[in-house]
């Protein structure tokens, strides 16, 4: 259940995080409680206060493989077995989610939308001031490739 609501929250932020992010950003979590507020998002203000927590401080669009590891536990739940395949899956997953977000943030660095999240734009900020932008770009290339081979 929380694989499905979170897939529909991130796509409806997708084309409501203009709409909603100034009432989210100002509100916060008392955005919950605040009657009268309307949010575009389509799961309502929940909705629009989980997408923006995930992409704008989170992963950014690679918050999206959050998705099949919510799906993976279901299925885990369901069957009560396999607890170290999901490991493994959670670990694979979240160190692309970490890559995929520092590449975003890195590709798309002066866009309004939170492409790379809090996580890909603070990361990427660290390690641009020890080797600067033309290092951070080989090492996340070479990290590319070293995933690819992987």
Known sequence: MS???LCISFISYLSSWKADQDKVLQLSWGLLVKSGTDVSNWLGRLGA???HFFFYYGFGLASFLFIPIFVHLGFRFIRKSGWLRLLRFS???LLVMALLSMILDFVFRSSYFPFGGAFGS???GIMSAYVGDIG??????FT???FIIW
């Open 91 to 93: 670990t694979h997953s």
């Open 49 to 51: 206060l989980t997408a």
């Open 144 to 146: 590319m490739i070293t």
């Open 136 to 141: 951070l770009g080989v090492a996340l290339i």
């Open 122 to 124: 603070r990361t990427n």
């Open 3 to 5: 694989a499905i609501y």
